[in-house]
């Protein structure tokens, strides 16, 4: 499995492949959804999305974790400069409606110091790069959520 291209923020939210093989080996559900084995895992809760970092952590020795708001500010201030490094995910919605804007939201870190309550928040990273002075920042009950994914960054 290999997620990290550029940096300490992978370039891509984590796979339905890559997601399939956590589901298998800890006994979670594999969250709703005829999309591609490629295609961005959605329907999956913020703490699962942990609990995703956590196994892949103890998998390959190496921390990771969901990226604070910094941190994907940082990858779209790159993207602002030329890189492509967050396209736009669609959401299932949007597949259905060719043309369509819709983009998938990403969950992020809890870096609010409020020990992880029940809302976690969540960005959409095509708004970050073109609104920069506008950061998105939402917050979401803990559940999965067909238009919100989830990427890794690497301590």
């Not at 913020?46 to 990771?64: C, K, V």
């Not at 950061?135 to 999965?144: E, F, S, V």
Request: with cysteine.
């Amino acid at each position: 499995m290999t997620l990290f291209d550029i940096g300490q923020v992978n370039t891509r939210p984590v796979s339905r492949k890559e997601y399939e093989s956590f589901a298998r080996e800890t006994g979670r559900p594999m969250p709703p959804g005829g999309a591609a084995s490629d295609s961005s895992v959605t329907g999956v809760s913020a703490s699962d999305a942990r609990a995703f970092a956590e196994w892949l952590s103890r998998r390959t020795g190496r921390r990771y974790h969901l990226p604070t708001l910094d941190e994907m500010c940082d990858l779209a201030e790159s993207a602002r400069n030329g890189l492509n490094l967050i396209p736009c995910w669609p959401t299932e919605s949007s597949l259905a409606r060719p043309g369509a804007p819709d983009c998938l939201s990403e969950w992020l870190d809890n870096d609010s110091g409020d020990g992880g309550g029940p809302l976690r928040p969540i960005t959409h990273p095509a708004w970050l790069v073109s609104q920069p002075s506008k950061p998105c920042r939402g917050a979401l009950t803990d559940q999965g959520y067909s238009f919100v994914t989830f990427r890794l960054a690497q301590q």
